[in-house]
């Protein structure tokens, strides 16, 4: 069966999706469909990996790499890259973060950068269009840190428009007020083959000589240091100025030999880090950076660190018939874990075996041996974490390490499988030892909480830090109780919970750091606090349930835009409903015992009704974040998984007396 049948979809959608309409074998025939649809995109080696697609930035600075670099011009792929920046183009004229999203600068610079380099016509119109809406917001010169840095690499602008990043940061103890161990992993690895470069102040190759001066209401050269972003305190604004201004007349004046030390430093922690063709951190931008920071340093292209790291970019690049992108990084083991739990609870003959042969496939992936970054604030914390990527031991995640834990769980309990015990009480020793001190978890890091940095000039974008989030702290609540704590029996779970309550809002939901945005949160703790055994009449829960379904969409899904990080978020604004959204409000309204709701049944038939013929479902929205305000994800998996596993749960929840989730997730 290879989709929902045409007529009973038509049926559902005439009926206006009223509660009560949906026969039994419709919901079967979708959750049959969606399935398969799911079980079609395996690998061959048993895991799943799904397009991670961000905005434009990753695709354009992948051009320019290029260009910097002078590499031989691969005219067909610059030709896909083109056509993709071009449709993604804003009725704005500029370029969004977010689907039909809201322009953005930076993005725009850099979108319409890529495409002069690529040879498009500063005349053309679609060029004209960026330039205008570029001009009509102030110009180029309110660009943020991360461009102005490629421009100064690119001599657009001076290295007096960029943040001092003095290289010796690397060399400064713990105690100190700014130390690499006191940033998110994603800062740390991008910062310091980024201060070599600052040390160094290289210029592009850039063999077309092009610049985009004409996107500045002024001389580009003549510009300083950008301005206090929204989110930091103009006191410390002002210290960290002054501090900048400082550094700024006296780093010249450093020993020559402290220098060499602190790149020397530098190089090393990059080194031990370089993960391969998987890439530092396994992200794009520190990749980047290390391969332009060896150009610089005199390294050329065949040299085996530069040469592995820029391989190891190109394998990041999903390429089509008529366009190409760059993606940020990939995630086989979200996707995989993920896949499996909606797998398992549809069942089946299929479906089970192949859930089973995606979690033997992550099993080997467990880090046990290497004690990354983490452990600077957790020396006597065994490892036993999972990334994110195919691989990253330096920086497992605790988020992946929670979801895969529970699923090898479900998985052992249900069917009996064996094999899984060892991965899965390593995994919890590991969550169990990275909690931080205000009960919360975080999703790299632990006590990541200085949050005076975020007022750094560096850190305009505000995402410097890696502190507890609500989604996470949930994902770990959810693991711990499903294995069989509870906030009687354990002191993470009920200093877990304890952090959830504090930190609701008053209309009943919780913010989601990784996911967009108090849905995703909502989902994510009504699923723990289920799981953790607290009262369904729990005032908490019932404010959630109520804030579910007061925010539904009228044509009985949900939907939430990346507007709702704004720092003046005032309250819930409407947007149109998505598949993933829809699901997690309704796996969040049936964890807080809500099965029997008018609100579940409408999005349960929405989600039917917006099937397609693959059984799957099309979502052009972006419903995951990166950095909010600054950067977000869309992962083309969640309209896959998410809404089978919403729709096998109404199933299984419907044909059973209790109508209680049993399992964390």
Request: glycine share 8%.
């Amino acid at each position: 069966m290879d989709s929902v049948n045409a007529t009973s979809r038509e049926a559902l959608q005439q009926e206006a999706l009223q509660p009560g309409t949906l026969q039994p074998g419709i919901l079967e025939s979708s959750i049959a469909s969606a399935t398969q649809g799911v079980l079609d995109l395996q690998q061959a080696d048993g895991h799943w990996v799904f397009e991670l697609e961000a905005d434009c930035t990753i695709p354009a600075e992948y051009v320019l790499l290029r260009h910097y670099l002078a590499e031989p011009v691969d005219a067909v792929l610059e030709a896909k890259i083109a056509n993709y920046l071009r449709r993604i183009q804003g009725a704005h004229g500029g370029w969004p973060l977010v689907h039909d999203g809201e322009f953005d600068m930076s993005a725009s610079v850099k979108a319409y950068f890529a495409l002069k380099m690529i040879g498009d016509s500063v005349d053309a119109p679609h060029m004209v269009r960026a330039r205008e809406a570029i001009h009509a917001r102030g110009g180029a010169i309110h660009s943020n840190v991360f461009t102005r840095f490629l421009l100064a690499m690119y001599g657009v602008v001076t290295w007096r428009a960029v943040p001092v990043l003095p290289i010796e940061i690397v060399l400064l103890p713990f105690w100190s007020p700014f130390h690499l161990n006191k940033i998110s992993y994603w800062a740390r690895t991008t910062m310091v083959p980024l201060m070599v470069l600052a040390a160094l102040k290289p210029r592009a190759k850039n063999p077309k000589g092009v610049g985009i001066d004409e996107l500045f209401l002024q001389d580009p050269r003549s510009i300083g240091m950008t301005a206090k972003a929204p989110h930091q305190s103009m006191a410390w604004f002002l210290l960290f100025r002054s501090l900048d201004a400082i550094l700024r007349v006296i780093e010249p004046l450093f020993p020559k030999s402290l220098r060499k030390r602190a790149i020397d430093a530098a190089l090393a922690f990059t080194e031990e880090r370089l993960n391969g063709e998987d890439g530092m951190g396994a992200i794009y931008p520190p990749m980047a950076n290390i391969v332009m920071m060896y150009d610089a340093l005199g390294k050329d292209e065949n040299y085996p660190p530069r040469a592995v790291t820029r391989r190891g970019i190109d394998k990041l690049l999903v390429i089509g018939e008529e366009e190409a992108y760059c993606q940020p990084c990939v995630s086989p083991v979200w996707d995989t874990t993920l896949t499996a739990h909606a797998l398992l609870e549809a069942g089946g003959d299929k479906a089970v075996p192949a859930a089973k042969q995606g979690l033997d496939w992550l099993i080997p992936r467990q880090e046990l041996e290497l004690k990354g970054d983490w452990a600077v604030k957790r020396p006597d914390v065994r490892p036993g974490g999972w990334a994110f990527q195919y691989n990253n031991a330096h920086y497992p995640d605790l988020d992946d390490t929670a979801v895969v834990v529970m699923s090898m769980d479900r998985m052992r309990r249900e069917h009996g499988a064996t094999g899984y015990d060892t991965a899965i009480a390593r995994g919890r020793e590991w969550i169990e030892g990275m909690q931080s001190d205000d009960g919360g978890w975080a999703a790299f890091d632990v006590n990541n909480l200085e949050y005076y940095l975020n007022n750094i000039p560096f850190s305009d974008h505000g995402a410097l830090l890696d502190p507890p989030t609500e989604d996470v702290t949930a994902r770990c609540i959810s693991m711990l109780a499903q294995l069989g704590e509870t906030a009687k029996t354990s002191k993470h779970v009920a200093d877990g919970v304890a952090y959830l309550r504090k930190t609701q809002h008053p209309e009943g939901s919780w913010y989601g750091r990784w996911g967009m945005n108090f849905i995703y949160g909502t989902w994510s703790v009504l699923c723990a606090l289920n799981m953790a055994g607290v009262d369904h009449k729990d005032p908490m829960i019932r404010r959630a349930a109520a804030w579910l379904a007061s925010i539904q969409n009228k044509d009985g899904g949900w939907g939430e835009d990346a507007v709702s990080y704004r720092l003046d978020y005032k309250g819930w604004e409407a947007a149109p409903s998505t598949a993933s959204q829809t699901a997690w409000a309704l796996l969040a309204l049936m964890a807080a015992g809500e099965v029997d709701h008018p609100a579940v049944a409408r999005g349960v038939e929405y989600l039917i009704a917006t099937q397609n013929k693959k059984g799957l479902w099309d979502e052009q929205r972006y419903t995951a974040t990166g950095f909010p305000r600054v950067f977000y994800l869309r992962y083309h998996g969640y309209p896959k998984f998410f809404p089978l596993w919403a729709l096998a749960r109404y199933r299984n929840l419907r044909n059973t007396n209790s109508r209680v989730v049993g399992v964390g997730m």
